[in-house]
Nanobody, 121 residues
Framework: QVQLVESGGGLVQPGGSLRLSCAASGSILTIYAMGWYRQAPGKQRELVAVVTGIGRTNYADSVKDRFTISRDNAKNTVLLEMNSLKPEDTAVYYC???????????????WGQGTQVTVSS
């Protein structure tokens, strides 16, 4: 079993900053890509940012130059630094990891429980 636990959401004013953190634990052999997705009310879940095992990153156009994703492979964690937040960034943010786990030796996608980010004055 693999678990992803997120933290760091909350309420922030427009223009403010937040940092989301996600820690993966369990019977992990290898973590490939780790990323953040978000889902706003009435909308589909969308990719925010992703980082590969070798550190390559990709961002949604809407967050480029405002958000930064990073990971610590030794700690199996991924961070999302969010700056210049806008009301349209309001959503539930989900951590995702592509993991090869024991004892199944299968590669699967795992999701965190989600953390609410609200940008409002």
């Amino acid at each position: 079993q693999v678990q992803l636990v997120e933290s760091g959401g909350g309420l922030v004013q427009p223009g403010g900053s937040l940092r989301l953190s996600c820690a993966a634990s369990g019977s992990i052999l290898t973590i490939y890509a780790m990323g953040w997705y978000r889902q706003a009310p009435g909308k589909q879940r969308e990719l925010v940012a992703v980082v590969t095992g070798i550190g390559r990153t990709n961002y949604a156009d809407s967050v480029k130059d405002r958000f930064t994703i990073s990971r610590d492979n030794a700690k199996n964690t991924v961070l999302l630094e969010m700056n210049s937040l806008k009301p349209e960034d309001t959503a539930v943010y989900y951590c995702n990891a592509d993991v090869l786990a024991a004892p199944t030796m299968r590669r699967n996608d795992y999701w965190g429980q989600g953390t609410q980010v609200t940008v409002s004055s």
